[in-house]
């Protein structure tokens, strides 16, 4: 949520918030409930900076996974890839063989 839409939010909320009060309440304890209201939606710097690294952190670290994934994938393929060529050396042999007996 943008901080300007929350610092509007409560703007809003303390403001029907005096004017729905009763008549026994009296102005402070109004200013009071928009000023926890308000106090509700702001964050710190702080706060703010260690979301940021949060964030920034579990990008790095999914960004990570998914090169090892790329790594692992790639080495399997040229595994395979190279068994497969291995059993096209070992079967060409055999047929230049098998071609030279028939005739």
């Known amino acids: ?5 929350a ?3 409560a703007k809003s909320s303390s403001w029907q918030k005096a004017v729905s009060a009763d008549a026994d ?3 402070m304890r109004l200013a009071d409930a928009g000023v926890r209201t308000a ?10 900076t260690k979301k940021a690294q949060k964030n ?4 790095q670290k999914k960004s990570s ?6 790594k692992q994938q790639e080495s399997k393929l040229k595994q395979s890839s190279s ?4 059993k096209k050396k070992e079967s060409e ?9 028939v005739v």
């Open 1 to 5: 949520m943008p901080i300007s839409y």
């Open 7 to 9: 610092g509007a939010r």
């Open 25 to 27: 309440n009296d102005f």
């Open 39 to 48: 106090r509700r939606f702001q964050k710190s710097p702080a706060q703010k």
């Open 56 to 59: 920034q952190k579990s990008l």
């Open 65 to 70: 996974q998914t090169q090892v994934k790329l």
């Open 83 to 86: 068994k497969q060529q291995q």
């Open 93 to 101: 042999p055999q047929e230049k063989n098998k071609k030279r007996k």
